[in-house]
Nanobody
Framework: QAQLVESGGGLVQAGGSLRLSCAAS????????MGWFRQAPGKEREFVAV???????RYAASVKGRFTISRDNAKNTVYLQMNSLKPEDTAVYYC????WGPGSETPGQYDFWGQGTQVTISS
């Protein structure tokens, strides 16, 4: 069982930056693929980025080149650095752990979820 706690959300102007953090409990963190997803009002939850247990990363086309996912296994933490933010990035951002897989773009493949952190980008 893993517990995930996101932090770092907030309100910023378009063009600004935020760094989200997701702290995980448990000793098996280094073996999990960790993903970030987001959900805007009235929309489905969508994939943002994933980092495998070995550090391989993958991004949604809408954020590639602007967002960077990273992990620090010594701190049981995964990060999402978000630069050049746009109003359409406004959403609740969730981190998730894929215990058995290599990391998927499908929310249903993930085993544990955080409670989410609100990111609001003003124009």
């Amino acid at each position: 069982q893993a517990q995930l706690v996101e932090s770092g959300g907030g309100l910023v102007q378009a063009g600004g930056s935020l760094r989200l953090s997701c702290a995980a409990s448990g000793r098996a963190f280094s073996t999990y693929a960790m993903g970030w997803f987001r959900q805007a009002p009235g929309k489905e939850r969508e994939f943002v980025a994933v980092v495998s247990w070995s550090g391989i990363t993958r991004y949604a086309a809408s954020v590639k080149g602007r967002f960077t996912i990273s992990r620090d296994n010594a701190k049981n933490t995964v990060y999402l650095q978000m630069n050049s933010l746009k109003p359409e990035d406004t959403a609740v951002y969730y981190c998730a752990a894929d215990v058995w897989g290599p990391g998927s773009e499908t929310p249903g493949q993930y085993d544990f979820w955080g409670q989410g952190t609100q990111v609001t980008i003003s124009s």
